[in-house]
């Protein structure tokens, strides 16, 4: 999260922080606007502010909490709780070796329309791009 803070503040605008209590982690960065910085006790409230929030996500390489956000957006979105959003998966390579979504379908566990709920961007300009042209079909949201 501190990476997307610090792009909002090196561009002057204003950015969020979800922070959640866990010992010996997760101390606020930086670069959060001040009075936007928000410390949570349980992950359930932590994720029902981002997806509740959100109008686009970009996951990059992470851990288990990493997954637990993705796979709790990627549910919500599959079964119309969340309207579809620009979901972007930041480095090919490596959700790819973690996630075998394709397998997925194959099995029958997912439908193939739902490995359209998300794509994948190598660099920051075609996420950038994915959110972009993701307003023209998405009306309902406003993007700079």
């Known amino acids: 999260m501190e990476a997307a803070n ?7 605008c204003k950015s969020i922080g979800l922070n959640i209590s866990l010992p010996n982690e997760q101390i606020p960065n930086a670069f959060i606007t001040p009075g936007l910085c928000f410390k949570f006790n349980y992950f359930a409230l932590r994720k029902i502010h981002f997806v ?3 109008v686009a ?13 993705l796979f709790e957006l990627l549910t919500l979105c599959q079964t119309g709780m969340k309207t579809k959003i620009p979901l972007i998966l930041f480095g ?14 194959d099995l029958g566990l997912i439908e193939d329309k739902h490995l359209n709920l ?16 993701s307003r023209i079909s998405n009306s309902q949201h406003c993007y700079k």
Do not use: C, Q
């Open 92 to 105: 090919r390579d490596y959700w790819n070796k973690i996630i075998n979504f394709e397998y997925l379908a």
């Open 118 to 133: 998300f794509e994948y961007a190598d660099t920051a300009l075609e996420a950038w791009e994915i959110i972009k042209s």
């Open 6 to 12: 610090r792009g909002a503040s090196e561009a002057n």
């Open 57 to 69: 996500a970009v996951f990059f390489p992470g851990g288990f909490g990493t997954l637990d956000e």
């Open 52 to 54: 509740m929030r959100s």
